[in-house]
Structure formats: structure tokens, C-alpha cells
């Protein structure tokens, strides 16, 4: 099992919209993936509420049988439109892969 972790911070604002709504737009279309792509076991997204001076402002968290279901996942056009989206809105990313 594979679990595929990614946290952003989002830009005050970006595409026409403030953090806010970008945190949710964002999420919307990440959480659709789980019905785009296949080989996604389990899908899981969150907008931060602490606010912290430490936090991120978005998580996800993805469960893939495989490294080959990951790599499909990454390459997938529903994946890379998100991307695409994302660097827009995102002023930094991070993220972990690793075997559960």
C-alpha cells in the first residue's frame, strides 16, 4: 500500500479569487478525482481550521494499491489539469510518498 501525501499554502489571492475560495475550489476538484482515476483506493482532503503559523492551508491524503497505481495516478489528464490548477493558486507544495 502506498500513501501519497500533499500539503500546500495558497496565495492570499490568485485566479480571480482570495485564499478561501481557493481552498475550496481546490479541494472540490481534488476530491473528484477519487471517481476520475481508478486505481485511487482512498481519497481524503482537508482545509486547515487552526490557522496556525506552522500550518498549510490544504492536505491530501491518497491510498494507492501500488507504485504503478501512483505513477498511473500522476500521469492521468484529470490529475495533471489539477496541477495545472494548483500552481496557479499554490505559493508552495510539499508532499511524501511512501509505503504503508
Not at 500500500?1 to 472540490?28: C, P, Q
Not at 495516478?73 to 496557479?88: L, Q, S
Request: charged share 30%.
Amino acid at each position: 500500500m502506498i500513501r501519497h501525501v500533499v500539503m500546500w499554502t495558497l496565495f492570499e489571492s490568485a485566479d480571480g479569487h482570495d485564499r478561501a475560495a481557493n481552498a475550496v475550489r481546490a479541494k472540490e476538484r481534488l476530491l473528484a478525482l477519487k471517481e476520475k482515476i481508478p486505481v485511487v483506493r482512498s481519497l481524503e482532503v482537508g482545509v486547515d481550521v487552526l490557522r496556525s503559523e506552522r500550518s498549510y492551508d490544504l492536505c491530501l491524503i491518497a491510498t494507492f494499491e501500488t507504485l504503478a497505481d501512483l505513477t498511473f495516478y500522476n500521469d492521468h489528464p484529470a490529475h495533471r489539469e489539477i496541477v495545472e490548477f494548483m500552481k496557479k493558486v499554490r505559493e508552495k507544495a510539499i508532499s511524501v510518498d511512501f509505503e504503508a
